[in-house]
């Protein structure tokens, strides 16, 4: 496991609120007792952008909710987390997604062209703000987000790639952007050993 990373306290505090959406009061304290984050039980991290977590406390809530629903079932709960995560982003206008205004999606330019103008954006909050490198390649077929260290590092070992949530928050993101539905898949994860975790967003929606 590497060293614990540490994170802005706006990115624990948003993930918190998405959980609670899905998962309900009840719900969140579950996780808070599963995760051993009791410290958390209504008294979420403040809204700012000071590097007061952890990338560990962010994995072991995410596994606290793989647990509470079982591998299975959890993975359709983690992308509604990761959607509500953007939602609420988006809401708020936090630094943690780096999307300002709704002016990029009333840009006037092609849908790939937004689409990159957006998944540029996100790299550079999580270069900036989220303390979480990564960058962004390309191919003719689709982008990929890179990202060389993720809280699935301070998860158990699983057999199929982890990171749902981050999946959730880029699926929302292109649906927000262009009102058509993508599918976006992890094809290399850090917990089962790959070199980074790999999101690949099609150019072309379903
Ligand atoms: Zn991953």
Redesign the pocket.
Known sequence: MPEDRKMPNDALRLFFLAIEEVMGKDGMRAVLRGAKLDKYMDNYPPKNLELGVTMAEYGAATQAVEDFYGLRGARAMLLRVGRAIFNYGMKEQSAVLGLAGHALRLMPVPMTAKMKLLLEQMAAAGNKTVNQPVYLEEDAEAFYLV?PA?M?EYRPKHET???HI?VGILSEAMKWLTDKNFNIQ?IE????G?KS?RFRVPKTPQ
Not at 189 to 192: D, F, I, K, M
């Open positions: 990202y993720c699935c790639p982890t990171c981050t992890e994860c850090l917990n089962l790959g975790c």
